[in-house]
């Protein structure tokens, strides 16, 4: 991985300071092997920063100062010149304003100002010492990420499938205790790592820019409203198909467990009333430690509105959050440089450790879910085309980068740095809605875990010659819900989960040993459904409140 640092300066008096900047970027992007789109576009931006940057030097003198860096294949220009501070974004204008009402150079200033605010974090302004300085990161190229995440998975297929067939057991354990599961530990520890703060942070700098509380107030209730609009839609979809489907063997549970005892841990308390006092911290910094997704929210909520109540202290606490923000999203992406290493470790544990003869019994199962998955994935395309009035084809080619990486993770969590970039970068929907919507469904919308428990649970039952009648679908529907609410977004949650629910219909815990072995599988399906319906409420409510580009929504350059 190649890594370049270079540095110019070019007098502001040079008639052909500009030129001359352009040149050394040009060679900088050349030299760093930038996606050719993307340095076209960081070219054309870097020339419009350094044409503001001069305009705003009083002095007309000084030097036009560039850093171009890269660091874990992303390329950073540094672009920095002396002057006053000025409203590089036009944070100060209302961007609701009807353009028609606007003069001709008003309305340029604010088609401006939403060009330059849906670069996100790839474009950031700041001024300190009397310096005004620009960063502009060249992005990503999503389409080679997701082919190499791709042949990373078949990679791991197969060399799991060679572990498992062709390789001696002893070798074979050798290498997943001492290589594999290892580096696939590693890599999840490390999102543990920033998963918290992220969380945090995104949703603090998120409500400090609001303006006005009730407009937050208003999506935050769409967004709920939504969330248990499809996690409802998941519940009973799931119990229609799976009794019109019908699979598994009546009573023939015993037979194929072996009465194998499966130890899962189901002293989960799951009432409204546990789940709604767990939600206040007893104290600060235990959500942090502990890493208390609902509790982590809550006083991300309570001091990211009080940020916008304390008066003079309010700028300085902003732009520390917004720091402390872009610090860990910058983090998260040098950790999602490795997610295909990640991805082909995690795939072939999973074809090492699944048993044979497991897999064939409950193959009926399997293909239930992932029909059942499939179905709701077409509703999210329902959902998208009518109530937000967007093309679900353009939807799920946008996202499709997100959809493999919660895939593959088969965590909501992991893989919620990249469903908000894919929400800012490549559907056009607000930070304002995306960093409030995705850490808030990554905890309590799980639709796919939703549809894996009605199922799971119908299916064991049957096995065991448990009859489920009609009028239990009520309290099953009930307990599901609140289960998915307190379910946390990591790998194997739904187990846990699976146990209560059998709980509740008087299945064996036993039961759990036919499904056990293919729930690494299921698990990633169900997780791709959970985040895709993240993704889809979000893209709803921004669109229901005006807070999606809808230029980015449809710019085929993202696919």
């Known amino acids: 991985m190649k890594f370049i640092n270079k540095k110019a300066k070019f007098p502001i008096s040079?008639?052909?300071?500009?030129?001359?900047?352009?040149?050394?970027?040009?060679?900088?992007?050349?030299?760093?092997?930038?996606?050719?789109?993307?340095?076209?576009?960081?070219?054309?931006?870097?020339?419009?920063?350094?044409?503001?940057l001069i305009e705003n030097n009083d002095s007309k003198g000084g030097d036009v100062r560039i850093h171009i860096s890269k660091f874990f294949g992303n390329t950073g220009i540094t672009i920095s010149v002396k002057g006053r501070e000025f409203d590089l974004f036009g944070n100060?204008?209302?961007?609701?304003?009807?353009?028609?009402?606007?003069?001709?150079?008003?309305?340029?200033?604010?088609?401006?100002?939403?060009?330059?605010?849906?670069?996100?974090?790839?474009?950031?302004?700041?001024?300190?010492?009397?310096?005004?300085?620009?960063?502009?990161?060249?992005?990503?190229?999503?389409?080679?990420?997701?082919?190499?995440?791709?042949?990373?998975?078949?990679?791991?297929?197969?060399?799991?499938?060679?572990?498992?067939?062709?390789?001696?057991?002893t070798g074979s354990e050798i290498i997943c205790s001492y290589v594999l599961g290892p580096v696939r530990d590693i890599f999840m520890n490390a999102l543990k790592i920033v998963i918290a703060p992220m969380v945090f942070?995104?949703?603090?700098?998120?409500?400090?820019?609001?303006?006005?509380?009730?407009?937050?107030?208003?999506?935050?209730?769409?967004?709920?409203?939504?969330?248990?609009?499809?996690?409802?839609?998941?519940?009973?979809?799931?119990?229609?198909?799976?009794?019109?489907?019908?699979?598994?063997?009546?009573?023939?549970?015993?037979?194929?467990?072996?009465?194998?005892?499966?130890?899962?841990?189901?002293?989960?308390?799951?009432?409204?009333?546990?789940?709604?006092?767990?939600?206040?911290?007893?104290?600060?910094?235990?959500?942090?430690?502990?890493?208390?997704?609902?509790?982590?929210?809550?006083?991300?909520?309570?001091?990211?509105?009080?940020?916008?109540?304390?008066?003079?202290?309010?700028?300085?606490?902003?732009?520390?959050?917004?720091?402390?923000?872009?610090?860990?999203?910058?983090?998260?992406?040098?950790?999602?440089?490795?997610?295909?290493?990640?991805?082909?470790?995690?795939?072939?544990?999973?074809?090492?450790?699944?048993?044979?003869?497991?897999?064939?019994?409950?193959?009926?199962?399997?293909?239930?879910?992932?029909?059942?998955?499939?179905?709701?994935?077409?509703?999210?395309?329902?959902?998208?085309g009518c109530m937000a009035k967007l093309n679900p084809l353009v939807f799920f080619k946008n996202i499709k980068e997100s959809m493999l990486t919660s895939f593959t993770l088969s965590s909501s969590s992991a893989a919620m740095p990249t469903n908000i970039r894919t929400c800012t970068d490549k559907l056009g929907i607000s930070p304002k809605v995306c960093n409030f919507s995705i850490p808030l469904g990554a905890t309590i919308n799980m639709d796919g875990t939703c549809i894996g428990l009605v199922l799971s649970g119908l299916f064991l039952a049957k096995m065991y010659g448990i009859s489920v009648p009609n009028t239990m679908i009520g309290p099953l529907a009930i307990t599901i819900i609140l289960l998915s609410l307190g379910c946390p977004g990591v790998p194997g949650a739904g187990l846990v989960c699976t146990g209560i629910i059998l709980q509740q219909l008087g299945v064996p815990i036993e039961a759990m040993g036919l499904i056990i072995a293919i729930d690494p599988l299921l698990d990633m399906f169900d997780t791709m459904s959970n985040t895709t319906g993240d993704i889809a409420c979000a893209t709803i409510t921004a669109a229901k409140e005006g807070l999606l580009d809808k230029e980015i929504y449809y710019d085929m350059s993202n696919n």
Not at 229 to 234: E, K, R
């Open 14 to 52: 040079d008639a052909n300071c500009i030129s001359d900047c352009m040149q050394f970027i040009e060679a900088g992007l050349e030299e760093s092997k930038a996606d050719p789109k993307l340095a076209i576009k960081t070219q054309l931006l870097a020339e419009e920063m350094i044409i503001s």
């Open 201 to 384: 942070f995104s949703i603090v700098t998120c409500l400090s820019g609001f303006s006005d509380i009730t407009e937050l107030g208003k999506i935050g209730i769409r967004v709920m409203g939504m969330y248990l609009f499809t996690t409802v839609i998941a519940v009973f979809m799931s119990y229609g198909v799976t009794k019109l489907i019908d699979p598994g063997t009546f009573g023939a549970g015993l037979a194929l467990s072996g009465g194998q005892p499966v130890d899962v841990d189901t002293s989960v308390d799951t009432s409204l009333l546990n789940t709604i006092i767990n939600i206040i911290p007893s104290n600060f910094l235990r959500p942090f430690l502990e890493s208390d997704t609902l509790q982590l929210i809550f006083l991300a909520v309570m001091i990211g509105i009080a940020v916008g109540r304390i008066g003079k202290y309010t700028p300085v606490l902003t732009e520390i959050f917004e720091g402390l923000n872009s610090l860990f999203l910058t983090i998260t992406s040098i950790i999602a440089k490795f997610i295909p290493v990640a991805v082909f470790c995690s795939v072939s544990l999973m074809m090492v450790q699944l048993g044979g003869s497991s897999f064939l019994s409950v193959l009926g199962y399997a293909l239930a879910n992932i029909i059942e998955i499939f179905i709701m994935m077409m509703i999210y395309g329902l959902l998208v």
């Open 92 to 169: 100060g204008r209302d961007l609701a304003d009807d353009i028609d009402d606007l003069g001709a150079d008003e309305a340029q200033d604010v088609i401006r100002s939403i060009i330059l605010r849906s670069h996100g974090e790839d474009l950031k302004y700041g001024h300190k010492k009397g310096i005004n300085s620009v960063r502009i990161m060249t992005g990503h190229q999503g389409m080679s990420f997701t082919k190499l995440t791709i042949i990373a998975l078949a990679a791991g297929l197969l060399f799991g499938l060679i572990l498992k067939t062709a390789v001696p057991e």
